[in-house]
């Protein structure tokens, strides 16, 4: 059985797969000053929920955007699970270039998903992450990570509303039907998804024409992919263990394994 850890700016996400099947998923907030028992003593209670213990692991395999919390992860997993985990990096072989500018500075999340996308979709493709940053990756023909573009998170925008304006609520995010709200409430919800569905259809469009791949494929992953998706134009593909299945996928890559056919 693996672990596939993703360690994002607000959340991290547990995966279990055994025989290449997720069987448990679980999303814990990122908190850096969370200790190394702290850690050990919560994935040996995810294990034990599912009635696994430590030893039904083979590995385990991180990927993460937030330095400060690997110190006391990886020594966690290390003490309580008993395994040297596998972090992924820039510079692990994943299968695909990497032609960015400077590729340290490409998040590990960002070519996670790229790799997963390819993997399950085909290339070429654009990826669009709705975390705590709205992220868009593009993937050439060949499988090359392009590169892409970074926007504030929608919760990022919905809470600078609030807090940096004198007037406006703190809202729910809703689908909204109509662009012209009635009232202040719904005014803010249709600005702000009505605002991220134009923001989709506009930078991947342009991407697209920058690849020249009119037919490359949308995939969408994060937790408000569905909501936007409802209204986008341009998505096709919406994954919600899109950077859980790329771990996989690196792992069995890693070791040799045939990844043809993973979900």
């Not at 590169?147 to 509303?161: F, R």
């Not at 209204?231 to 790329?246: M, R, S």
């Amino acid at each position: 059985m693996l672990m596939a850890i993703d360690v994002g700016n607000t959340n991290i996400v547990i995966g279990l797969y055994k025989d290449d099947k997720l069987v448990a998923r679980y999303r814990v907030a990122t908190v850096a000053e969370r200790s190394r028992d702290e850690y050990g003593m919560m994935f040996t209670q995810l294990l034990a929920f599912k009635a696994f213990v430590p030893a039904d692991l083979e590995d385990v395999i991180i990927s993460s955007v937030v330095p400060p919390v690997m110190y006391s992860l990886e020594r966690a997993v290390k003490k309580y699970l008993g395994r040297d985990p596998i972090v992924v990096t820039n510079e692990t072989d994943m299968g695909i270039s990497i032609l960015y500018d400077n590729p340290r500075e490409v998040g590990a999340d960002r070519l996670v998903n790229a790799v997963a996308a390819r993997a399950l979709y085909g290339a070429p493709c654009i990826v669009v992450d709705f975390g705590t940053a709205t992220t868009f990756c593009a993937v050439a023909p060949n499988g090359d990570y392009l590169g892409g573009a970074i926007c504030p998170g929608i919760k990022i925008s919905v809470e600078a509303l609030f807090t940096r304006t004198a007037k406006l609520p703190r809202i729910e995010l809703v689908s909204v039907e109509r662009a012209i709200g009635k009232n202040t409430v719904e005014s803010m919800q249709s600005g702000v998804l009505h605002g991220y569905v134009g923001q989709v259809d506009y930078i991947t469009r342009l991407m697209k024409k920058e690849m020249n791949a009119p037919e490359a494929k949308v995939i969408a992953t994060g937790g408000l992919a569905n909501m936007i998706r409802s209204e986008a134009k341009v998505i096709d593909v919406v994954n919600g263990e899109l950077t859980l299945a790329g771990l996989l996928i690196i792992y069995k890559r890693l070791k040799g394994f045939d990844v043809d056919g993973l979900q």
